[in-house]
């Protein structure tokens, strides 16, 4: 934070971050950032997520190269705190592209402790998961996202595919045309309670979980 500090401003023009938001960090670092004074936007890109952040202007939608510089412009923006999910790619690069200071918080890689019966593999990819990992017969959850669903359609007649996914009508809409039937979703915004996600679990009679790396809050 204090390397924000530091970069030269403007005699009439503040210094104004642009916080990436939309996780659990980026609302702590928010808080940082207002009880430094210094002025900053959060970006979300949904209304839900507005609620993580008591203090800051919320600017909510999505960027992209077409409509990035006009946001900077308008906001002043001359720094970039990128807090976004690990698997944001996609604005992380449009960020990195715009030719302003920017810093990145990593979520530090955590090691899954784990029962000594279960079995708990990595992998690169999830093309390389799907040809290496036979999941056939395998009741399996997935906590990925809805931008990988369309890649385990071709597993739905050969496996029993669940999918837990953010309560948003394109995530939703995703699963379906993914070949998920409505009895095999549940949409819940994290964190879920681990009595819930057991239950879930034990009801579904899950025996595999594929989910993302995305550190200790993931």
């Not at 939309?22 to 936007?41: D, I, K, N, R, W």
């Not at 790619?89 to 019966?117: C, D, H, N, T, W």
Request: aromatic letters at 8%; charged letters at 20%; proline letters at 8%.
């Amino acid at each position: 934070m204090q390397k924000l500090t530091h970069i030269p401003q403007h005699p009439r023009e503040p210094l104004v971050i642009w916080l990436i938001g939309g996780t659990q960090e980026s609302a702590q670092l928010a808080q940082c950032l207002s009880e430094a004074h210094l002025p900053f936007v959060v970006s979300v890109t949904t209304q839900a997520a507005r609620g993580l952040y008591s203090a800051g202007q919320i600017w909510v939608g999505r960027l992209d190269p077409s409509s990035l510089p006009q946001f900077l412009k308008r906001q002043r923006i001359r720094a970039i705190l990128d807090a976004s999910h690990p698997f944001a790619i996609e604005i992380s690069k449009l960020a990195m592209g715009a030719g302003l200071p920017y810093l990145r918080f990593e979520r530090p890689q955590v090691e899954i402790a784990v029962e000594p019966r279960a079995a708990v593999r990595r992998f690169a990819s999830f093309e390389t998961l799907l040809s290496r990992e036979p999941l056939d017969g395998r009741r399996v959850l997935l906590i990925v996202g809805y931008r990988p669903l369309s890649l385990f359609a071709p597993w739905q007649n050969r496996a029993t595919l669940f999918a837990r996914l953010l309560p948003s009508l394109t995530a939703l809409q995703a699963a379906l045309d993914s070949g998920f039937s409505p009895d095999r979703l549940i949409a819940l915004r994290p964190p879920v309670p681990i009595e819930l996600e057991r239950a879930l679990w034990q009801h579904w009679q899950i025996d595999t979980v594929i989910c993302k790396a995305s550190g200790a809050a993931g």
